[in-house]
């Protein structure tokens, strides 16, 4: 474990980049395995091997990480389904699975600490809670042997820096890297400048500090490049993969489109980007200097491979990547394959 931690920080400190698939409960949701709305990972405890596929497929695309799913495996979220008694064990399952599969690929393994759901600044009982409940997945995550852990989707400032104080009490040396999901576009919940409080962060000792989750890439990229401009240390941005704007930033405001419904979270396929606009969102991200990259709810396969390819990387899943050249309406036969030239080839100009 210490060899690994250290080889995460030495890939960084080289400049290296790190691609990062997360998006699981996403994911599982829509195959049938956890609920909209609760949205807790039951699925590492009832259905292992489904967790360990999609580790390895997402490794498969690209990702450098395999980020223990532990997210929302906290204490609020698992007294909502009655499984708390269950809560060390869905945590210990999904690092033990985490680490096999980063150990056979050779991938760095994260572990996962979140937005508790409670936090509320001020508070000081509830901020005990939430350190609490920090404490326990973070020592679950050094157990489990975590080469770094992960905090992520943070509202508020104060819950981030809190995350990240935890992590350097109780995880035992870990790296950390520290994202926020402000749902206003400049200033987290509780009023920091969004580029202030990652300033604040990387002060405080997180090793990454960026943006997840939350908003697309159409709206993660101007804070991320003033973020970039502001900060020293490597940043992270992991969008969700759909169509936010200026007039709906992120996914929760969604609408689907030419109608007044809002898509969240169930009908957000129907504002899902194009595999070109995720490639467009990457060679930005590379061109501003984002060395830790990925996407977050939304994502699957197919994104990822694009952004690990735009950042150079050959993951054994671009064996399959698209080769129109050879497709038989439009690759290059077409002008000599005069069946189709006369009835295709007019409705597609
Ligand atoms: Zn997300």
């Given at each position: 474990m210490g060899l690994k931690r250290t080889i995460f920080l030495e890939r960084l400190s080289r400049g290296e980049s790190i691609i990062v698939a997360e998006g699981y409960i996403f994911e599982f949701e829509r195959r049938g395995y956890l609920k909209a709305g609760t949205f807790v990972p039951e699925v590492v405890i009832d259905q292992p091997d489904l967790v360990r596929q999609l580790h390895e497929e997402f490794v498969h695309a690209g990702s450098d990480v395999v980020l223990?799913?532990?997210?929302?495996?906290?204490r609020e979220k698992l007294k909502l389904i009655g499984r708390e008694d269950e809560l060390e064990q869905i945590n210990l399952k999904a690092l033990e699975i985490a680490r096999e599969v980063a150990d056979r690929t050779g991938t760095l393994m994260a572990g996962n600490i979140c937005n508790s759901t409670v936090y509320e600044k001020g508070n000081p009982e509830k901020e005990r809670n939430v350190e609490q409940m920090f404490k326990e997945q973070i020592e679950w995550a050094v157990r489990g042997g975590a080469d770094f852990i992960v905090g992520e989707t943070f509202g508020d400032y104060g819950e981030a820096k809190l995350a990240l104080d935890c992590i350097k009490k109780y995880g035992n040396g870990l790296p950390a890297v520290i994202t926020l999901s402000a749902p206003l576009i400049d200033v987290t919940l509780d009023g920091v400048p969004i580029v202030k409080a990652c300033q604040d962060l990387e002060a405080a000792g997180a090793a990454i500090v960026g943006l997840n989750c939350g908003r697309g890439p159409a709206t993660m990229l101007p804070t991320l490049k003033e973020i970039r401009k502001a900060c020293k240390c490597p940043i992270a941005a992991l969008p969700v993969p759909y169509r936010t704007s200026e007039k709906e930033p992120t996914f929760f405001s969604l609408t689907i489109p030419g109608t007044d419904?809002?898509?969240?979270?169930?009908?957000l396929p129907a504002c899902l980007c194009s595999r070109w606009e995720i490639q467009q969102f990457a060679e930005e991200c590379k061109n501003i200097g984002i060395q830790y990259v990925g996407l977050c709810c939304g994502n699957a396969s197919h994104y990822l491979r694009i952004v690990a390819e735009v950042y150079g990387k050959n993951p054994p899943a671009s064996k399959f990547?698209?080769?129109?050249?050879?497709?038989?309406?439009?690759?290059?036969k077409l002008e000599t394959n005069t069946y189709f030239t006369e009835h295709v080839k007019s409705q597609i100009s």
């Open positions: 223990a799913f532990t997210y929302y495996a906290h419904r809002k898509a969240f979270p169930i009908d990547s698209p080769e129109m050249d050879k497709h038989f309406i439009f690759g290059r």
